[in-house]
């Protein structure tokens, strides 16, 4: 039976002091990469997922940077490369909802936020990380996209817009890094509890709305997505690349449709 090994990978696992993050760099750190815990604001959260890799016997070392900055990006990989070694893992899953508001009742700035933070902030990344896979022909991209690459969703048209073009970037960046050795993927989460979302499953009424969209009926884990993006980034998914894993418990299965049309 194979189990997933990442021993000897270098894996940037970005905004990791948090969520899905958090737990996709623990257990990419556990399967035995060494791990660059990545955060915006929230040191002491990086610093204690570090001690806790470090505590399972990997390794792993917290560095700070705004994603939607590019020179920030640039320095982050400069110190990973000094610290750690050259980046062959890299999980673009730093991102933010953006303020729900309705086309024209909207501040543009948070609009431009959002896309800034979403799309173009896994572009910087993705453009330090290839340089560096190419030269060693060998890495894999995998961007945490969403469930709204594929359902419109009212007062987030910057979100939903950024999704989806973020997983256009990753089928365009497959074809173009394929001869590199480099696969690109993404991992469309569905509904999953982490404090981005904590206002809604916070609330019984708003989490009962949330489950009725749900096929499985309910919320799914960090884990959930951990266990995916693991496989994804290691040998075992060798040919898979320019596709997306939707985790999503069947929100994309038209669940008003389970009992009847
Ligand atoms: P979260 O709020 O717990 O984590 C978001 C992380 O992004 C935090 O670590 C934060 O510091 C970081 N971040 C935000 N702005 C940043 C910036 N400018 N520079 C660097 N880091 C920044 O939320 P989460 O639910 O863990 O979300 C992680 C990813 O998963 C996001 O891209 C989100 O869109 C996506 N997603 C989440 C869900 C869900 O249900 N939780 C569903 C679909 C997609």
Known sequence: MPVINLKGHVALVTGSSSGLGSAVALKIGLAGATVAVHYRKEKSEADDLVARIIAAGGKAMAFGADVSNRSEVENLFASIDRELGSV???VNNAGIDGI?????DDNPDNWEKVIAVNLVGPYYCSREAVKRMRKNHKGVILNITSVHEFIPWTGYT????AKAGLSMFTKTLAQETADDGIRVLSVAP???KTPI??????NPDTLADLNRKIAMEKMGSPDDIANAVSFLVSDLAGYITGTTLVVDGGMLLYPDFKHGG
């Open 190 to 192: 569905g509904a999953i």
């Open 88 to 90: 062959d893992i890299l």
């Open 158 to 161: 910057a979100y939903a817009s």
């Open 197 to 202: 979302n904590k206002s809604v499953w916070g």
């Open 100 to 104: 729900r508001a309705l086309c024209g």
